[in-house]
């Protein structure tokens, strides 16, 4: 028989053992929900960035005739494993449909989506993304015969217009007829191959994308003057990276990795100059940037959980905004003087918050 005395220290020991198991199994349960998953580390242990892109968008991403993939997305895929791994060469890609993309990432297929994808609120909360600044701005706009005598979207009543399943595209489009009671037909793809087979074959009388897009499949066009890009932009496409909701060491890096070289076109670091910056910095913001110190001061760290200097990587390896930009979009047509994708000091969007 147990006395009163240890009667109350089994009570109390129990008490006391169901305390610590209820207070770790809480700490575990929030700490799980609060952290979310850590792409960052499984990429630096993987020693391999996984980007989802697009494989056939000339100028966004493509495979050249190399085999290799190339195109603007495709360096912000470069630019972040040379943040990350030093070694922009160390992507693997892995093409997706515009339908299957938000799948592939919510199902850790991949590590970041770049490609050609619009931010928009229920992809970003409903799908349980996570978008950087946007790295182009678009809209989307209509493309047509010069033969065919269209010349507004109102004037296009009647019409069949092919557009790609899955795409902010598809939304937009009925909006602008349906809202406007102009009747249309949308006859719809997966993929744009056999889109742009309907098109030309004169089954759809207009091809409607994001204006860069149209602007892409263009100049792919025999002869592109053949085809007419209308004046009128039906929607707003702000294009960029994403990352699963709450994976916020990987985010902070493409985030600061993609407004590192939009400050660098600002401060004129290119890729031929940024090692010569590095060592003789003009100034303690372009030390801040490229992770070294200012006039025998430390460098800074801002704890990202990768390399301080890491914007030496990408800006050696990528280059800065405007190189990449220049070297992808302006082939295409897509100036950025006037536009959205100047420099905010030239009147456009291209800004980026200080490296401080
Ligand atoms: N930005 C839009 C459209 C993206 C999109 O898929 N665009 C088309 C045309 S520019 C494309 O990339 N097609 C390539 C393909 O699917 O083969 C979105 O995010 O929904």
């Given at each position: 028989?147990?006395?009163?005395?240890?009667?109350?220290i089994?009570?109390?020991?129990?008490?006391?053992s169901?305390?610590?198991?209820?207070?770790?199994?809480?700490?575990?349960?929030?700490?799980?929900?609060?952290?979310?998953?850590?792409?960052?580390?499984?990429?630096?242990?993987?020693?391999?960035?996984?980007?989802?892109?697009?494989?056939?968008?000339?100028?966004?991403?493509?495979?050249?005739?190399?085999?290799?993939?190339?195109?603007?997305?495709?360096?912000?895929?470069?630019?972040?494993?040379?943040?990350?791994?030093?070694d922009?060469?160390?992507?693997?890609?892995?093409?997706?449909?515009?339908?299957?993309?938000?799948?592939?990432?919510?199902?850790?297929?991949?590590?970041?989506?770049?490609?050609?994808?619009?931010?928009t609120?229920?992809?970003?909360?409903?799908?349980?993304?996570?978008?950087?600044?946007?790295?182009?701005?678009?809209?989307?706009?209509?493309?047509?015969?010069?033969?065919?005598?269209?010349?507004?979207?109102?004037?296009?009543?009647?019409?069949?217009?092919?557009?790609?399943?899955?795409?902010?595209?598809?939304?937009?489009?009925?909006?602008?007829?349906?809202?406007?009671?102009?009747?249309?037909?949308?006859?719809?793809?997966?993929?744009?191959?056999?889109?742009?087979?309907?098109?030309?074959?004169?089954?759809?009388?207009?091809?409607?994308?994001?204006?860069?897009?149209?602007?892409?499949?263009?100049?792919?066009?025999s002869?592109?003057?053949?085809?007419?890009?209308?004046?009128?932009?039906?929607?707003?496409?702000?294009?960029?990276?994403?990352?699963?909701?709450?994976?916020?060491?990987?985010?902070?890096?493409?985030?600061?990795?993609?407004?590192?070289?939009?400050?660098?076109?600002?401060?004129?670091?290119?890729?031929?100059?940024?090692?010569?910056?590095?060592?003789?910095?003009?100034?303690?913001g372009?030390?801040?940037?490229?992770?070294?110190?200012?006039?025998?001061?430390?460098?800074?760290?801002?704890?990202?959980?990768?390399?301080?200097?890491?914007?030496?990587?990408?800006?050696?390896?990528?280059?800065?905004y405007?190189?990449?930009?220049?070297?992808?979009?302006?082939?295409?047509?897509?100036?950025?003087?006037?536009?959205?994708?100047?420099?905010?000091?030239?009147?456009?969007?291209?800004?980026?918050?200080?490296?401080?």
């Amino acid at each position: 028989m147990l006395n009163y005395r240890n009667k109350a220290i089994v009570v109390i020991s129990l008490l006391f053992s169901m305390f610590v198991i209820f207070a770790c199994t809480a700490e575990e349960t929030s700490s799980e929900s609060s952290s979310g998953s850590n792409t960052l580390a499984t990429i630096i242990d993987r020693g391999e960035l996984v980007c989802g892109v697009n494989d056939n968008l000339t100028g966004f991403g493509v495979v050249n005739s190399a085999g290799q993939f190339e195109g603007f997305d495709i360096d912000f895929c470069k630019a972040v494993a040379a943040a990350i791994l030093g070694d922009a060469g160390k992507v693997e890609y892995v093409p997706l449909t515009a339908s299957a993309r938000f799948e592939a990432l919510a199902a850790n297929e991949i590590d970041i989506l770049i490609r050609n994808t619009t931010w928009t609120a229920s992809r970003d909360r409903d799908l349980g993304n996570d978008f950087t600044a946007p790295t182009f701005y678009d809209g989307q706009g209509m493309m047509v015969k010069a033969s065919s005598g269209y010349d507004s979207i109102e004037s296009m009543a009647g019409s069949t217009v092919c557009v790609l399943q899955g795409t902010t595209t598809e939304l937009n489009l009925d909006d602008r007829f349906t809202g406007s009671g102009i009747a249309y037909t949308p006859l719809t793809f997966e993929t744009n191959d056999p889109l742009q087979a309907a098109y030309e074959e004169g089954r759809c009388d207009g091809w409607t994308t994001d204006k860069s897009g149209l602007a892409s499949k263009r100049a792919g066009f025999s002869t592109p003057s053949d085809h007419v890009v209308l004046a009128e932009t039906l929607s707003k496409e702000p294009l960029g990276p994403l990352t699963r909701d709450n994976d916020s060491e990987l985010y902070d890096v493409v985030q600061w990795v993609v407004f590192g070289m939009m400050q660098a076109e600002e401060s004129g670091i290119t890729s031929s100059n940024v090692s010569s910056m590095a060592s003789n910095p003009s100034d303690p913001g372009i030390a801040r940037l490229l992770g070294v110190g200012f006039d025998g001061g430390e460098p800074s760290d801002f704890g990202f959980g990768i390399n301080v200097d890491f914007m030496q990587n990408v800006i050696s390896q990528v280059g800065n905004y405007g190189e990449v930009y220049e070297s992808h979009l302006v082939p295409l047509g897509l100036t950025r003087e006037g536009s959205l994708n100047a420099q905010w000091t030239e009147g456009g969007l291209i800004y980026a918050p200080p490296f401080r």
